[in-house]
C-alpha cells in the first residue's frame, strides 16, 4: 500500500516568498497520477496540478509542480496572502489517495 | 457554470443511516466518473467511494466497504452515497467530485456535515 508523506507539516512565510512543498510516495508512483489540491477554511479543495507538472484551468503560473518516481514538488513562487492555505497531494491508483497537508501560513 | 451540490447531510446515531445526494450541472454527468471524499473536523481528506460514468463499476476505501454504497441516476445527474451502519468515526464533511480522465479530481461540489453521535 502505497503512503503519501507531506512535509513540512507547517510553513510559515511572508508575501512576495517561494514555498516549497514536498510529497514523496513510499513506492514509486505514476508521474500522470499525481495531483495537487489547495483547500482553504470552510471550503472545498481545488485542483491545482495534475500529471505532477499540468496546471489546472485557471490556475496562474506561479504554481508550478514536479517529480518523478517517489518524490514530488510544488512550488509557489511570489506568495500572495490568497495562497495561504493548506496543500494535498493526492495519487490516484485503485483507492486515491492523499496527503496529509501542508499547512502554509503567514 | 459547472456545479455539484451535495445535500442530505446531518445527524445520525451510531448504527444509523443516512443517504447523500449531489445534483451535478453543467456538464454531461454520464460522461465522468465520480467521487465521494470526506474530511473529519480538523483533519485532512480521505478518499471513500468511486463509481465510472455508466455505474458499472464501483469501489470503495477500506474504511466503509460493507457499509456505503455509491450509485448514481444518469437521468437525474445525481449521485448518492448510501451510509449505512454509521460510526462515530464516519463523522466529517462528505465531499462529491468529478474525476476527469487525466485523471483527478477537477470539480469539487461545496460538502455537507455528517454527524454520528447519540
Known amino acids: 500500500e502505497i503512503v503519501l508523506t507531506q512535509s513540512p507539516g507547517t510553513v510559515s512565510l511572508s508575501p512576495g516568498e517561494r514555498a516549497t512543498l514536498s510529497c514523496r510516495a513510499s513506492q514509486s508512483v505514476r508521474s500522470s497520477y499525481l495531483a495537487w489540491y489547495q483547500q482553504k477554511p470552510g471550503q472545498a479543495p481545488r485542483l491545482l496540478i495534475y500529471g505532477a507538472s499540468s496546471r489546472a484551468t485557471g490556475i496562474p503560473d506561479r504554481f508550478s509542480g514536479r517529480g518523478s518516481g517517489t518524490d514530488f514538488t510544488l512550488t509557489i513562487n511570489r506568495l500572495e496572502t490568497d495562497d495561504f492555505a493548506v496543500y494535498y497531494c493526492?495519487?490516484?491508483?485503485?483507492?486515491?489517495?492523499f496527503g496529509q497537508g501542508t499547512k502554509v501560513e503567514i | 457554470d459547472v456545479q455539484l451540490l451535495e445535500s442530505g447531510g446531518g445527524l445520525a446515531q451510531p448504527g444509523g443511516s443516512l443517504r447523500l445526494s449531489c445534483a451535478a450541472s453543467g456538464f454531461t454527468f454520464n460522461n465522468y466518473a465520480m467521487n465521494w471524499a470526506r474530511q473529519a473536523p480538523g483533519k485532512g481528506l480521505e478518499w471513500v467511494s468511486a463509481?465510472?460514468?455508466?455505474?458499472?463499476?464501483?469501489t470503495y476505501s477500506d474504511s466503509v466497504k460493507g457499509r456505503f454504497i455509491i450509485s448514481r441516476d444518469n437521468s437525474r445527474d445525481t449521485l448518492y452515497l448510501q451510509m449505512n451502519g454509521l460510526r462515530a468515526e464516519d463523522t466529517a464533511v462528505y465531499y462529491c467530485?468529478?474525476?476527469?480522465?487525466?485523471?483527478?479530481?477537477?470539480?469539487w461540489g461545496q460538502g455537507t456535515m455528517v454527524t454520528v453521535s447519540s
Open positions: 463509481i465510472t460514468g455508466s455505474g458499472s463499476r464501483t
Open positions: 467530485a468529478r474525476e476527469n480522465p487525466v485523471p483527478a479530481f477537477d470539480i
Open positions: 493526492q495519487h490516484y491508483g485503485s483507492s486515491p489517495l
